[in-house]
Structures are given as structure tokens and as C-alpha cells.
């Protein structure tokens, strides 16, 4: 049997006749986009980049707007200095591409041809292959033998290091991004509020958890960029576990964490519950968890530096005891992201780092503690640094909360 294949499968440039009828899905106005733009490229003046290569999912998002749950199959944003910028996607990813993108240039690359050559091929198109070209060195599509097939096919580029080029960008947060985290912490109140609701002696974890997608979807949420963690008991004091058919027994500290989305952008909560009253040193670890949150909350400012933050936060948590394991950050960027993680860059509130505060940055704060093998618990809130201080998105109770 012969079947026409689309002609976007034989790659090449595509255009929005190819799915007339259908209205786009932009997740910003063009404003904002033309306003990111602008601003990278200002970033790149300063850094000396003729063209960024764009490959990180949650940047490639950022700048054109393409989103798909299958990204790392190659997709691209090259952006010049002084000239329109393209989008290389996947060719079976070309309708996605089309419904999502402002860019008037969008390319889609054969299964048959991998997308280095396509790219390199591109570039030298365009007369760049002389160029200083930025490539997100950080991006899990940018691997060594990538990085290598690059250097070969444009032998006159001259090729650096650009990770850092968009997380300047993105850290300081607009209007709109604000408002999108802001509804994205009423779908994370909502299921954090689900699963403490569920949780009781004799349910599961998984039961739980399933009571907070289903809530946080229900609300409106778009696909997480994390799962929910629920882990109970002794579990609880194991980091980055989460549910696994285990039930609830009394006596048990649970430890929740999860993060509505709204157009990939997450703004995660951790909350803590206790089956009965808790032990004097679990209650002891929380009261110093709450205080900790409290201490970091309240002395953030701009101007101040990521050290001097942190700072407060453990003269809290060394009030806690011994023999307890902390996350040792009191705050990492998050914003727009993709599984598996909502961190936005690698910004943080933590010792020794010297980032200055300034106002539109987001952070989530997590505040945890653990007894490897025994109990954990935790707190935290997602906040944006203001003209004066910080706000709080989220309005679930932070107190453990007892069942």
C-alpha cells in the first residue's frame, strides 16, 4: 500500500498553511517575546556572540514559544545578532511547532539526516560559519560528540560556552511570568490541601498522591515538571524518594511536596503532616524548619547577597539538633521548566554565593530536614523579590499539620 508522507517529513522550511484553520496557542503576547529577545541580544553584545544556538527545552520555550513533552530530539532556536531567528524542530514535531511559535522561520530537520548537520548546514546558509558562535554547553542536547560533529562541519566558528547567556535573562521575572506563577500556586494549593485532606492512617501514598494530581488537574494545571512526592515514616527521611504502594500507619511524619504549572511555569510548595501528635524531636526539627522559612522570609531584600540570606536561615536550623541532613540551600530560581525539574537556572540562596537580590527574581525555598533512615520533615514557600522585601504566592498553613 503507498501512503503520501506530509511534505514536512522531507525537511526543510514549513509554514502556517500547513494547519490552516487551526488557531495558534502563543503563550505570551509578541510584546513579550520581542522584549526577551531584545534583551538577549544585549546579553550577547556584551559577551561577544554573533549567533546563540538555543537548545536547552525550557530556553528553547522561553524564546520561541515551541513546547512539547518530547523535547531533546534536536529542537533548535538559532539566534543571530541582527537577524530573524529560526526554529529547527523534529519533522513529526512540525504541527506542535507551528502552533506554539511567533517565528516566522521555522525549519524541520529528516529523520534521515541528523540534526547537526542540518543545523551546521543552516549556519553556513546564512553566511555564519565564520562566526563566534554561543552554544549552551549545560543544555542535556549539547553532549561531546555533538559538541565535536559542530566543530568539524564549521571548522572557521569559533565556538563558547553560552549557558549562562539566557539564565541572566530569565532570572529577573516580567509582569505576565508572575501573574502564570502566581495561578500556578492556586493549582499547588489545591493539591497540597487534596493530600493532606487524604492523608490518614490506613491510605496509601500512592492514594495521596493520586488525590493531588488529580486535584492540581482538575484546577487547571498543565503536565508537572515533578512528581509529587508523598513519602511517610521512615521514608520520610530519605531525600528525592517518593511514593511507592506503602500505607500510612499512626504515628507517621509525612512529607509532601508538589507544583501546579501553568504554561511550564511551577510554583512548588512542601508541607508536612503528622498522624497523631509527633514526637518532641520531630516537633523540635519542625519548629525549627518554620523558623528557618520565617528567618529567610523576612530578610529578604534587594541588594542583599544569596550568603547574607542564608545566613539567617541557619541560625535557625542549627537550633534543630544533630545528626540531621539539610538541603543547604534556602532557595533555588524556578519559573518556567521542564521534567524533570522546575528549577529555573542555577541561582541560589545559599553560603558562599554572591548573587545580589533584585526585584522580579523567584525562588522556591525549601526547607527540609532529615534523619537519614528515620524522619523527615519540611517547608517551604515559592516567593518574588520585591521593592521591598518578598511576597509569598501560595496561602496553604505552614504548621505541621496533625491528623
Given at each position: 500500500?503507498?501512503?503520501?508522507l506530509?511534505?514536512?517529513?522531507?525537511?526543510?522550511?514549513v509554514?502556517?498553511?500547513?494547519?490552516t484553520?487551526?488557531?495558534?496557542?502563543?503563550?505570551?503576547?509578541?510584546e513579550?517575546?520581542?522584549?526577551?529577545?531584545?534583551?538577549i541580544?544585549?546579553?550577547?553584545n556584551?559577551?561577544?556572540?554573533?549567533?546563540?544556538?538555543?537548545?536547552?527545552?525550557s530556553?528553547?520555550?522561553y524564546?520561541?514559544?515551541f513546547q512539547?513533552?518530547?523535547?531533546?530530539?534536536?529542537?533548535?532556536?538559532i539566534l543571530?545578532k541582527?537577524?530573524?531567528?529560526?526554529l529547527?524542530?523534529?519533522?513529526p514535531?512540525?504541527?506542535?511547532?507551528?502552533l506554539?511559535?511567533?517565528?516566522?522561520?521555522?525549519h524541520?530537520f529528516p529523520p534521515n539526516i541528523s540534526?547537526?548537520?542540518?543545523?551546521?548546514?543552516?549556519?553556513?546558509?546564512?553566511?555564519?560559519?565564520s562566526?563566534r558562535?554561543?552554544?549552551?554547553?549545560h543544555s542535556?542536547?549539547?553532549?561531546?560528540?555533538?559538541?565535536?560533529?559542530?566543530?568539524?562541519?564549521?571548522?572557521k566558528?569559533?565556538i563558547?560556552?553560552?549557558s549562562?547567556?539566557?539564565?541572566?535573562?530569565?532570572?529577573?521575572?516580567s509582569?505576565?511570568e508572575l501573574?502564570y506563577?502566581?495561578?500556578a500556586?492556586t493549582f499547588t494549593?489545591?493539591?497540597?490541601l487534596?493530600?493532606?485532606?487524604?492523608?490518614?492512617?490506613g491510605a496509601?501514598?500512592?492514594?495521596?498522591?493520586?488525590?493531588a494530581y488529580?486535584?492540581m488537574?482538575?484546577?487547571?494545571?498543565d503536565?508537572?515538571?515533578?512528581?509529587?512526592i508523598v513519602?511517610?515514616?521512615?521514608?520520610?527521611g530519605?531525600?528525592?524518594?517518593t511514593?511507592?504502594r506503602?500505607k500510612?500507619?499512626?504515628?507517621d511524619?509525612?512529607?509532601?511536596?508538589m507544583?501546579?504549572?501553568?504554561q511550564?511555569?511551577t510554583?512548588?510548595?512542601?508541607?508536612s503532616?503528622?498522624i497523631?501528635e509527633?514526637?518532641?524531636?520531630?516537633?523540635?526539627?519542625?519548629?525549627?524548619c518554620?523558623?528557618?522559612?520565617?528567618n529567610?522570609?523576612?530578610?529578604?531584600?534587594p541588594?542583599?547577597t544569596?550568603?547574607e540570606?542564608?545566613?539567617a536561615g541557619w541560625?535557625a536550623?542549627n537550633?534543630a539538633?544533630?545528626?540531621?541532613v539539610?538541603?543547604?540551600?534556602?532557595?533555588?530560581?524556578?519559573?518556567?521548566?521542564y521534567?524533570?525539574?522546575?528549577?529555573?537556572?542555577t541561582?541560589?540562596?545559599?553560603?558562599?554565593?554572591?548573587t545580589?537580590?533584585?526585584p522580579?527574581m523567584?525562588?522556591?525555598?525549601?526547607?527540609?530536614?532529615?534523619?537519614?533512615g528515620?524522619f523527615?520533615?519540611?517547608?517551604?514557600?515559592t516567593s518574588?523579590v520585591t521593592?521591598?522585601?518578598?511576597?509569598?504566592?501560595?496561602?496553604?498553613?505552614?504548621?505541621?499539620f496533625?491528623?
Open positions: 500500500m503507498h501512503v503520501d506530509h511534505p514536512s517529513l522531507s525537511g526543510g522550511p509554514s502556517n498553511a500547513m494547519i484553520g487551526l488557531p495558534q496557542e502563543l503563550s505570551f503576547p509578541l513579550e517575546y520581542l522584549a526577551r529577545i531584545d534583551k541580544r544585549q546579553e550577547m556584551q559577551q561577544n556572540i554573533d549567533v546563540l544556538l538555543i537548545q536547552h527545552p530556553n528553547v520555550m524564546v520561541s514559544g512539547t513533552f518530547s523535547m531533546n530530539n534536536g529542537e533548535t532556536v543571530p541582527d537577524n530573524e531567528p529560526y529547527i524542530v523534529h519533522a514535531e512540525v504541527g506542535g511547532a507551528l506554539h511559535t511567533w517565528f516566522g522561520n521555522v524541520a540534526f547537526e548537520s542540518y543545523i551546521s548546514n543552516l549556519i553556513q546558509e546564512a553566511g555564519y560559519a562566526s558562535i554561543g552554544l549552551e554547553m542535556p542536547a549539547v553532549n561531546a560528540a555533538y559538541y565535536k560533529q559542530l566543530e568539524e562541519k564549521l571548522p566558528a569559533l563558547k560556552d553560552a549562562n547567556v539566557l539564565e541572566a535573562v530569565r532570572l529577573l521575572k509582569d505576565l501573574e506563577l502566581q495561578k500556586a494549593d489545591q493539591g497540597m487534596a493530600a493532606i485532606n487524604a492523608t490518614s492512617a496509601t501514598d500512592n492514594e495521596i498522591a493520586a488525590s488529580h486535584a488537574a482538575k484546577s487547571g494545571s503536565y508537572l515538571s515533578n512528581c509529587v513519602t511517610a515514616g521512615r521514608r520520610s530519605i531525600l528525592h524518594s511514593y511507592k506503602n500510612i500507619k499512626n504515628g511524619p509525612i512529607l509532601l511536596e507544583g501546579g504549572c501553568y511550564r511555569y510554583s512548588p510548595l512542601m508541607r503532616v503528622s497523631g509527633p514526637s518532641k524531636a520531630i516537633d523540635r526539627v519542625m519548629k525549627s518554620l523558623k528557618a522559612l520565617n529567610v522570609l523576612s530578610t529578604i531584600k541588594g542583599l544569596g550568603h540570606v542564608a545566613r541560625e536550623l537550633e539538633g544533630s545528626g540531621l539539610s538541603h543547604g540551600n534556602f532557595g533555588y530560581a524556578v519559573g518556567l521548566g521534567p524533570p525539574s522546575w528549577a529555573d537556572g541561582c541560589k540562596i545559599e553560603l558562599g554565593i554572591d545580589v537580590l533584585k522580579g523567584v525562588f522556591h525555598h525549601p526547607i527540609a530536614l532529615r534523619k537519614l528515620e523527615g520533615v519540611c517547608v517551604s514557600e518574588v521593592d521591598t522585601g518578598t511576597r509569598v504566592f501560595g496561602s496553604v498553613p505552614r504548621e505541621m496533625l491528623k
